[in-house]
């Protein structure tokens, strides 16, 4: 075989290189989207109104509370040491737009318009409440610079570092406002002198390379604690499925929604996430047991390890010096996801509940709770109140869905049936502003059953589009829409979405039916008292009026993060995209050297699956391959976000192919390019 530099071959690498790139970046989510742009449909804002059904139930949800109890208020604005007026955090790679954006909740005031959940208004203005505080002499939190907050835990020689936001912009920012109040207080404490993240989701670390660099982390020797398997969740969770969710989180989180009062408000845990850049930084010790006693710079800490509650791989922490409990997302100032929207593994209750019940007793002299979203509470007796009704949340959850699946009840009727008793319900910490019971019930039963109900008509169902389509033939699509309308008129908004959604999968350019699938997805929407289900709904009823998006996501973004996870993971990836089809009859073997890792990987093709495996490099291999790869780690990733051009790869050294180039180009035309959006209430 004769080997060649990369910036030295002829027409057939070149063309190999561009197929190379070409996959590389449909590895992640920097493919184009080619869907086709939908006719736009006009409305005005008197078109989305509350109808007085929805004005009704949104006062019965105000009768029923009493939104007029200040202790939340009171608690959420005790410490404040600073705010920002007009907040706004540029991000870094477009500096014309904003990361981060407060000014657009300012109209956030007053009583609820008629088109909010006035549950959900009241935790909207809770989460507009922005700045430093004072938890307590030497703890400090910043609230409303992210979806998530930053504590900051003072040490004997620096600032411990309590979760780092989402991104590098909204944790730098965030970090030098601390420091130019705190520097009065403590002017010889500016430096971090250890970092704790309480679990693996990026609104937690993402932000970490923004307020202190790798290198400084190796010269100063700054020790990183995070829960056990924190790095194989951090940097695994989405990839595989990760187009898919990446798209679903744009309904979860209203990405595309205008701010008012027509649009999103709330995620409920907080405004929503901050999209810029995103880090993340390897731990040096981690906590895998409870208890586990760390002096971190002088700071006693006490840890309890609870995975597979709120996220595969968290911690909460206790600290007797401030009779402090630092409770992660263990528990929360709302109802949590036993399911998340965006799609994930579904959340274990009673193990959920059963870590709520051992942080309580472990720290039953906590006089301050504080946590990774919203406000922090203070006094012994309130603490032990609020964490018994987190946990009889969770447990009354699972305990009741279980029973209801043991009398053989279907997922939807268990949710339909599931109520929490009055002294859990009216409690606003349990209220459903992100998680609900309808769905944390349906959680439960997956978890034990899975998606199959049992009935035998749901087996083998047809599938959307053509069911729809099979409706609407015997009804017609006149007396369905009719029907539809009549629905909405009565304020049956579920059975309008219902009856409409079949003659929109059936007919995707019935202008009348799409237009009233939208107002009724807009009612919908400004009755929930979830944040992400008023965002689903009113993203759904955006894009029925504008059509599926085209929009992709920037995955250079993430460029940190991905230099952190196993190029393993990345081969994953490649075998969920393999075109089966085209590979049923085929046997290549590539070879693909990280030079600067000292590591090697076999990919072939069998059966039409790809498979992958290291190889021992101190081994000369037997096997014959068709085609080599060498390239660095780094490049590797440039290639898979798109920031290596043709024009950076073709005049790079430090890329060769050995081998086939032929081969490797057909090799590499196995994989299919995913689009960043598809379809989803319209079909594709």
């Not at 059904?53 to 604005?77: C, G, H, K, W, Y």
């Not at 009398?407 to 008793?421: C, N, Q």
């Not at 409409?500 to 699938?517: D, G, I, Q, Y």
Request: hydrophobic letters at 40%.
């Amino acid at each position: 075989m004769v080997s060649n530099t990369f910036s030295s071959t002829a027409h057939t690498s070149i063309l190999s290189s561009s197929r190379l790139l070409l996959l590389c970046s449909s590895l992640l989510l920097v493919a184009c989207n080619n869907n086709a742009p939908t006719t736009k449909i006009a409305v005005s804002d008197g078109e989305r109104a509350a109808t007085a059904s929805t004005i009704e139930s949104n006062r019965q949800v105000a009768s029923e509370l009493n939104l007029a109890d200040q202790q939340d208020f009171e608690d959420a604005r005790r410490g404040l040491i600073a705010s920002v007026k007009d907040l706004q955090i540029p991000s870094a790679a477009d500096p014309t737009k904003n990361v981060w954006d407060m000014v657009a909740y300012d109209f956030i005031q007053g009583e609820a318009p008629d088109t909010v959940n006035p549950s959900l208004w009241r935790q909207a203005k809770l989460n507009n409440i922005q700045g430093l505080f004072e938890v307590t002499p030497g703890i400090y939190q910043l609230r409303g610079f992210d979806l998530s907050n930053m504590t900051l835990i003072k040490g004997d020689s620096g600032w411990i570092v309590v979760d780092a936001m989402t991104s590098k912009e909204t944790a730098r920012y965030a970090f030098d406002f601390a420091m130019k109040h705190l520097a009065k207080r403590y002017p010889d404490t500016t430096n971090i002198s250890a970092i704790i993240f309480t679990h693996s989701h990026i609104d937690h670390f993402g932000g970490v390379l923004g307020i202190i660099s790798q290198e400084e982390i190796a010269k100063k020797n700054i020790p990183i604690i995070a829960p056990g398997g924190f790095m194989e969740e951090a940097t695994s969770e989405n990839i595989l499925a990760g187009t898919a969710m990446s798209r679903r989180a744009v309904y979860m989180y209203g990405k595309d929604l205008a701010r008012n009062e027509f649009g999103h408000v709330d995620t409920g845990l907080g405004k929503g996430p901050a999209f810029g850049q995103f880090s993340i930084a390897k731990p040096t010790q981690l906590v895998s047991a409870t208890p586990t006693d760390l002096k971190i710079d002088g700071v006693d800490f006490e840890f309890q390890y609870t995975p597979e509650s709120e996220a595969p791989a968290e911690l909460t922490f206790y600290l007797p010096k401030y009779k402090a409990f630092g409770g992660a997302e263990l528990v929360s100032r709302n109802m949590h996801n036993l399911y998340t929207l965006r799609g994930a593994k579904v959340r274990d209750a009673l193990k959920w509940s059963s870590y709520i019940e051992e942080a309580r007793n472990l720290f039953a002299d906590a006089d301050i709770y504080f946590a990774s979203h919203h406000w922090p509470m203070w006094g012994q007796e309130r603490i032990q109140t609020f964490l018994t009704q987190q946990r009889d949340t969770y447990k009354f959850i699972h305990d009741q869905s279980v029973r209801r699946i043991n009398k053989g009840m279907t997922p939807g009727e268990i949710a339909e049936d599931i109520k929490l008793p009055p002294s859990l319900s009216k409690v606003f910490s349990n209220r459903e502003y992100y998680g609900t019971v309808k769905h944390n019930a349906r959680a439960v039963y997956q978890n034990y059953l899975g998606w199959y109900d049992a009935n035998p008509a749901h087996l083998d169902p047809l599938p959307d589009a053509q069911r729809a389509t099979a409706y609407v033939a015997m009804v017609g699509s006149e007396k369905m829409l009719s029907q539809s309308q009549m629905a909405f008129n009565k304020g049956d908004y579920r059975w309008s979405a219902e009856l409409l959604n079949h003659l929109v999968f059936a007919e995707p350019s019935n202008t009348a039916a799409r237009k009233l699938l939208a107002s009724t997805y807009d009612q919908l929407g400004y009755q929930a008292e979830s944040g992400p289900w008023r965002d689903v709904y009113l993203t759904a009823a955006l894009e029925l009026r504008q059509g599926t998006p085209n929009a992709g996501i920037d995955m250079a973004s993430l460029k940190d993060v991905f230099l952190q996870t196993p190029v393993s993971n990345f081969f994953d990836t490649m075998s969920v995209r393999l075109k089966s089809e085209d590979a049923a009859d085929k046997d290549w073997r590539i070879k693909i050297n990280f030079t600067d890792l000292d590591e090697s990987y076999l990919l072939w093709v069998e059966n039409a699956v790809l498979h992958h495996r290291l190889l021992d490099n101190k081994t000369p291999s037997k096997q014959e391959v068709n085609a080599t790869l060498s390239l660095p780690h780094p490049l590797f990733i440039d290639m898979l976000i798109g920031e290596a051009g043709i024009k950076k790869i073709l005049l790079s050294d430090e890329l060769t192919i050995d081998g086939s180039k032929i081969d490797l180009l057909r090799f590499l035309s196995l994989f299919e390019k995913p689009p960043t959006s598809f379809g989803v209430v319209l079909p594709d």
